[in-house]
T-cell receptor, first 109, second 113 residues
């Protein structure tokens, strides 16, 4: 079983749609959680950290459920520029940083 | 800050040759990671250093791969001998603390022919 699992998609949505990505992780001792974004042929970049109480950054909302070992990302009012691969990332108690396979989003006009 | 610096950006080499990839982490960062990315396998963690000490190398594919971090500002990933299946993008990343996000370099695109 992979340490971090995501639905690879692709998700094809129209502009303005709301889209949700989910992720599960296997190590219950994991301490920190993140969503990264990767554009084609570029390096991954931090989108947002994920906190236990849930957090929001503009159109983006992240949630963490430690009991279920589940992380989510919600994107509201999708823009063409949101088209990218979204990576769920978990950092364990040793500091090891593990990435999910990524979910591809394509926003269409 | 210049960010994480990797070199070379592109490398084309023949099977059997030695390849050395280089990384300069962000100054003051204590953790350094090497990843390999392919379409089939995604982003795989190869090795993780903390304070220049290798903490987890369970992702290193085989003995042909080795990584060093002689000081806080430099790390290398070496493949000897290289094989066509090693073709991938290799990323280096660093983070300031053990529970914070990591910042990535632009990657080295390796092609072994």
């Amino acid at each position: 079983r992979k340490e971090v699992e995501q639905d690879p998609g692709p998700f094809n949505v129209p502009e303005g749609a709301t889209v949700a990505f989910n992720c599960t992780y296997s190590n219950s001792a994991s301490q920190s959680f993140f969503w990264y974004r990767q554009d084609c042929r570029k390096e991954p970049k931090l989108l947002m950290s994920v906190y236990s109480s849930g957090n929001e950054d503009g159109r983006f909302t992240a949630q963490l459920n430690r009991a279920s070992q589940y992380i989510s990302l919600l994107i509201r009012d999708s823009k063409l520029s949101d088209s990218a691969t979204y990576l769920c990332v978990v950092r364990g108690n040793t500091g090891k940083l593990i990435f999910g396979q990524g979910t591809t989003l394509q926003v269409k006009p | 800050d210049a960010g994480v610096i990797q070199s070379p950006r592109h490398e084309v080499t023949e099977m059997g040759q030695e390849v050395t990839l280089r990384c300069k982490p962000i100054s003051g960062h204590n953790s350094l990671f090497w990843y390999r990315q392919t379409m089939m396998r995604g982003l795989e963690l190869l090795i993780y250093f903390n304070n220049n000490v290798p903490i987890d190398d369970s992702g290193m594919p085989e003995d042909r791969f080795s990584a060093k971090m002689p000081n806080a500002s430099f790390s290398t990933l070496k493949i000897q001998p290289s094989e066509p299946r090693d073709s991938a993008v290799y990323f280096c990343a660093s983070s300031p603390l053990r529970d914070t996000e990591a910042f990535f370099g632009q990657g080295t695109r390796l092609t072994v022919v």
